[in-house]
């Protein structure tokens, strides 16, 4: 099979095999070739009355179509041998350049070797002119129909992207449904909630309140694949509002430039998923304080999410999550999220997305 070379950054897509390609130069050539044959069948006199032009030479010129057609197409598909790979590392000039020079000389050079096996003919100009056209108009089809294949491509990578970002959008939809409604979750936060009620109910209404702040926001932007970063923090509060009524004075957690001066966007759950990250991958305990930070930089058009590291020795997910989330901005945003650790902290970076 013969791999087709869109642009340097897409990868080899197997589109059409080496039959394909010389199907396309066989049609071609025939139909530049189409009218002198038929003159030649029709009217053989007509050709008679040049010196040595006979049905071998125009057998001839169709060869050197389909081999100019041929050599030509190959130059735009992908392939491993030297040639092919130096003509694609060409800039567009370059190539524009080289296509002229192809065009001359192979014209010129299938030109003379049929002078050789004719001998002198008449209207030489006229031939010499005919040639050139017929090479002409094969390179026009030849680059049509990549421009064709390579518009085909994108079209293919645009719908294999979106089917990639629906599939990642509903799994993590599920995680974060998975993580807010799993029995150990709603059972801590309705236990807290019912030794609240009868000791103090400010805190358990603000439990209430949490929870269906987060269950509202999960529902509402499950067909968004961006949302505003004041909405992303404001349910990270009630997140973590929920989570320091179970732990109490054993986690802190700060937020730094919170009110940021532009209107940023990030993806949906992004948060959320980081703090999950934080308190399902470590010990948290009198002695063990998970601190986690969240701060904005606008300059740098980035969030980060900082926690302690106190790593428990069988973590509660897989960190799952994170993947997800940095293949989700890889898609919807074309940028990339970026993590770092040592052995006090670990650190998530994510692009903060202006107004789409």
Not at 29 to 48: D, E, H, K, M, R
Not at 57 to 66: E, G, H, K, T, W
Not at 149 to 158: E, G, K, L
Not at 258 to 280: F, G
């Amino acid at each position: 099979m013969l791999c087709l070379y869109l642009h340097p950054s897409m990868p080899a897509v197997r589109y059409f095999g080496i039959s394909h390609l010389w199907r396309l130069c066989l049609i071609v050539c025939l139909i530049v070739n189409l009218p002198q044959l038929l003159t030649y069948l029709w009217n053989p006199g007509y050709f008679n009355n040049l010196a040595g032009y006979n049905a071998l030479i125009i057998l001839f010129q169709f060869s050197a179509s389909l081999i100019f057609g041929g050599f030509f197409a190959y130059l735009h598909t992908y392939s491993t041998h030297s040639i092919a790979r130096w003509y694609q590392q060409l800039g567009t000039l370059g190539r524009w350049g080289f296509q002229l020079i192809f065009l001359i000389v192979l014209t010129e050079l299938f030109f003379q070797i049929q002078l050789a096996l004719t001998g002198p003919v008449s209207l030489l100009y006229y031939f010499r002119v005919t040639y050139l056209v017929r090479h002409l108009v094969i390179m026009v089809a030849v680059r049509g129909f990549w421009y064709f294949v390579s518009i085909v491509h994108q079209s293919n990578q645009v719908t294999i992207e979106n089917e990639q970002l629906k599939r990642l959008k509903v799994k993590n939809q599920l995680e974060a449904l998975s993580n807010q409604l799993n029995p150990h979750f709603l059972f801590n936060a309705l236990n807290i909630l019912n030794i609240s009620i009868t000791t103090n109910p400010e805190v358990a209404q603000e439990i209430v309140h949490n929870l269906s702040d987060i269950l509202r926001y999960t529902l509402k932007i499950q067909n968004q694949n961006l949302v505003r970063l004041a909405e992303e923090l404001e349910v990270a509060h009630s997140y973590l509002g929920l989570y320091k009524a179970r732990f109490g004075e054993k986690l802190v957690f700060s937020f730094e430039n919170s009110k940021p001066s532009k209107s940023w966007y990030v993806v949906p759950l992004s948060l959320q998923i980081l703090i999950e990250n934080a308190i399902k991958h470590n010990v948290i305990t009198s002695n063990h304080i998970l601190h986690i930070s969240v701060a904005i930089n606008e300059e740098l058009g980035q969030l980060t999410v900082v926690n302690s590291i106190n790593k428990k020795n069988q973590p509660e997910s897989l960190g799952i999550g994170l993947t997800n989330l940095g293949k989700r901005y890889q898609l919807i945003t074309g940028k990339q999220t970026a993590s770092a650790e040592d052995s006090q902290q670990f650190t998530v970076t994510i692009p903060l997305i202006e107004s789409p």
